[in-house]
């Protein structure tokens, strides 16, 4: 009863995931950015709440509570059919994510009530496969709902599946707890201080699940993707095989005598997450097939026959092949070649490359667009240069080691030991031989050049203490650290 409660809830919720903005976009007329903001209002909410639920959770009756936030959850789709304006939309919508937070918290720890302590890992895998199976047919069901009916019939079909897992759960039957033991109240009691970091690391990777869920369906409209809720049963199926080659599928065991093909190439820059899978996979199975040892890649791009038929269909003017390696737009350019293009007609661009049309005439302009990597670093896009990375990977290579040296202007020598300060480096408190001698070599370097009386170049003394010093280490520790001199003249 809870797997297909569960199921009909998340079922309910990502009916709208996909086409809430959408709603929001053409309804009330927002633009993008307001959009993002009223869907944050629920997800903050939701969070908001979540400290409060788990203290209501053990407070209370927690079928109780499960079945009233339940209710008041298939309620907040209603208000936001009767909603008349755009605050008490977002009213409803941030209500509605006070609901999700205390709901989840009370279907997961019901979960653990009702279930036998033998068989508990085996229920939540369970559980959370009925979320997972919502993920799948949810959204596309919602995107085909937006296609063919009006918007409203999403919210009634949101909350007639939410009315019918709410049903299904009053029958449900728990296991009476202990009785609840009154504690004072604390900060600690709400929020427990030793998950934070861990909840901080939750925060970041569901913003960025969820910018990428909620915008995705309009990403692919945007790019003419006929249905992108495909993309959902696919990122659903990718949850469901992670289980299975990590080997904690519930249902799906991978055997020795398996057969498991990867038909797709690595995509750049997954190089290790791809090997790590292989890795369990050939833990699991001795029947694993990729291209790197027999020929079964699948490409996703068209073949030669296919660019024929589309320069056959569509009859361009001019035939311009990009985004691939070079060598695939030439051989593009050979395929129109062969089937009768003016050379003159077809063009194979560089990256940056400008093309100037003017009436019937077209070229390759001499002059390009600058393409080159530009770096992003805070608030600040392109302002920082190869001199501050080479810093950064100076710095993060072999560290920072700095040196105050206090000098008496009149002698010119050094007053009372350096100063030194390591961080990337060494251990200070390690290395106390190491430090006792570059001290001595400080004061050996600053009395040779500063040491003699007379007008002093300090920029001539810092520059011999970074150049001799590093050299020292380099030789003592086969490391050279950034050295950063500092003189102080007294």
Same mark, same amino acid.
């Given at each position: 009863?809870?797997?297909?409660?569960?199921?009909?809830?998340?079922?309910?919720?990502?009916?709208?995931?996909?086409?809430?903005?959408?709603?929001?976009?053409?309804?009330?007329?927002?633009?993008?950015?307001?959009?993002?903001?009223?869907?944050?209002?629920?997800?903050?909410?939701?969070?908001?709440?979540?400290?409060?639920?788990?203290?209501?959770?053990?407070?209370?009756?927690?079928?109780?509570?499960?079945?009233?936030?339940?209710?008041?959850?298939?309620?907040?789709?209603?208000?936001?059919?009767?909603?008349?304006?755009?605050?008490?939309?977002?009213?409803?919508?941030?209500?509605?994510?006070?609901?999700?937070?205390?709901?989840?918290?009370?279907?997961?720890?019901?979960?653990?009530?009702?279930?036998?302590?033998?068989?508990?890992?085996?229920?939540?895998?369970?559980?959370?496969?009925?979320?997972?199976?919502?993920?799948?047919?949810?959204?596309?069901?919602?995107?085909?709902?937006?296609?063919?009916?009006?918007?409203?019939?999403?919210?009634?079909?949101?909350?007639?599946?939410?009315?019918?897992?709410?049903?299904?759960?009053?029958?449900?039957?728990?296991?009476?707890?202990?009785?609840?033991?009154?504690?004072?109240?604390?900060?600690?009691?709400?929020?427990?201080?030793?998950?934070?970091?861990?909840?901080?690391?939750?925060?970041?990777?569901?913003?960025?699940?969820?910018?990428?869920?909620?915008?995705?369906?309009?990403?692919?409209?945007?790019?003419?993707?006929?249905?992108?809720?495909?993309?959902?049963?696919?990122?659903?199926?990718?949850?469901?095989?992670?289980?299975?080659?990590?080997?904690?599928?519930?249902?799906?065991?991978?055997?020795?005598?398996?057969?498991?093909?990867?038909?797709?190439?690595?995509?750049?820059?997954?190089?290790?997450?791809?090997?790590?899978?292989?890795?369990?996979?050939?833990?699991?199975?001795?029947?694993?097939?990729?291209?790197?040892?027999?020929?079964?890649?699948?490409?996703?791009?068209?073949?030669?026959?296919?660019?024929?038929?589309?320069?056959?269909?569509?009859?361009?003017?001019?035939?311009?092949?990009?985004?691939?390696?070079?060598?695939?737009?030439?051989?593009?350019?050979?395929?129109?070649?062969?089937?009768?293009?003016?050379?003159?007609?077809?063009? /194979?661009? *560089?990256? @940056?490359? %400008?093309?100037?049309?003017?009436? =019937?005439?077209?070229?390759?302009?001499?002059?390009? +667009?600058? $393409?080159?990597?530009?770096?992003?670093?805070?608030?600040? /896009?392109? *302002?920082? @240069?190869? %001199?501050?990375?080479?810093?950064? =990977?100076?710095?993060?290579?072999?560290?920072?080691? +700095?040196? $105050?040296?206090?000098?008496?202007?009149?002698?010119?020598? /050094?007053?009372?030991?350096?100063? %030194?300060?390591?961080?990337?480096?060494?251990?200070?408190?390690?290395?106390?031989?190491?430090?006792?001698?570059?001290?001595?070599?400080?004061?050996?370097?600053?009395?040779?050049?500063?040491?003699?009386?007379?007008?002093?170049?300090?920029?001539?003394?810092?520059?011999?203490?970074?150049?001799?010093?590093?050299?020292?280490?380099?030789?003592?520790?086969?490391?050279?650290?950034?050295?950063?001199?500092?003189?102080?003249?007294?």
């Amino acid at each position: 009863m809870l797997f297909c409660a569960n199921f009909l809830m998340a079922f309910a919720f990502y009916l709208l995931m996909p086409t809430l903005p959408f709603y929001l976009i053409s309804v009330w007329h927002l633009d993008k950015g307001m959009a993002g903001l009223v869907l944050a209002s629920y997800v903050i909410a939701s969070i908001s709440s979540r400290p409060f639920s788990g203290y209501f959770v053990d407070r209370f009756s927690r079928k109780n509570l499960y079945v009233i936030s339940y209710t008041l959850f298939v309620c907040m789709f209603v208000g936001y059919i009767v909603a008349g304006s755009l605050v008490l939309f977002i009213v409803f919508r941030f209500l509605h994510g006070v609901i999700w937070g205390t709901l989840t918290t009370a279907s997961n720890t019901l979960v653990i009530d009702i279930t036998p302590s033998a068989r508990r890992g085996e229920a939540i895998g369970i559980f959370g496969l009925s979320s997972n199976i919502a993920m799948a047919i949810g959204p596309l069901t919602g995107l085909l709902l937006y296609e063919s009916l009006p918007f409203n019939y999403i919210f009634y079909t949101a909350a007639i599946t939410g009315l019918i897992g709410v049903l299904l759960a009053l029958p449900m039957r728990v296991h009476p707890r202990p009785k609840f033991v009154h504690e004072p109240l604390s900060f600690d009691r709400f929020v427990l201080l030793k998950g934070i970091p861990s909840g901080i690391n939750l925060i970041l990777i569901t913003v960025s699940y969820g910018m990428i869920f909620s915008f995705s369906a309009m990403y692919g409209k945007e790019n003419n993707i006929s249905n992108p809720g495909i993309f959902f049963i696919i990122m659903a199926f990718g949850i469901m095989f992670s289980r299975i080659v990590a080997g904690n599928h519930r249902f799906i065991k991978i055997k020795k005598e398996d057969t498991v093909i990867f038909s797709s190439s690595v995509i750049p820059g997954n190089e290790r997450t791809v090997q790590r899978v292989k890795d369990n996979l050939y833990r699991q199975s001795d029947n694993v097939y990729h291209s790197d040892i027999i020929d079964v890649h699948i490409s996703g791009h068209s073949n030669i026959e296919g660019i024929k038929e589309m320069l056959r269909e569509i009859k361009p003017d001019y035939f311009i092949p990009v985004y691939a390696n070079h060598y695939f737009l030439k051989e593009g350019s050979k395929i129109a070649q062969g089937m009768g293009f003016r050379k003159d007609r077809i063009f /194979v661009p *560089d990256n @940056g490359s %400008i093309i100037k049309f003017s009436g =019937q005439n077209a070229e390759i302009m001499k002059e390009k +667009v600058p $393409v080159n990597y530009v770096f992003v670093d805070g608030l600040g /896009v392109g *302002d920082v @240069g190869e %001199i501050v990375l080479r810093d950064r =990977q100076a710095l993060a290579e072999d560290g920072m080691f +700095v040196i $105050v040296a206090v000098i008496d202007k009149r002698t010119g020598q /050094v007053k009372g030991s350096p100063d %030194i300060i390591s961080r990337g480096f060494i251990y200070l408190r390690e290395s106390k031989d190491l430090l006792s001698q570059t001290r001595k070599k400080v004061i050996e370097i600053v009395y040779k050049t500063a040491g003699h009386g007379g007008a002093v170049n300090w920029t001539y003394v810092k520059d011999e203490i970074r150049n001799k010093i590093g050299d020292f280490l380099a030789t003592k520790t086969s490391r050279r650290p950034m050295i950063l001199p500092v003189v102080i003249e007294v």
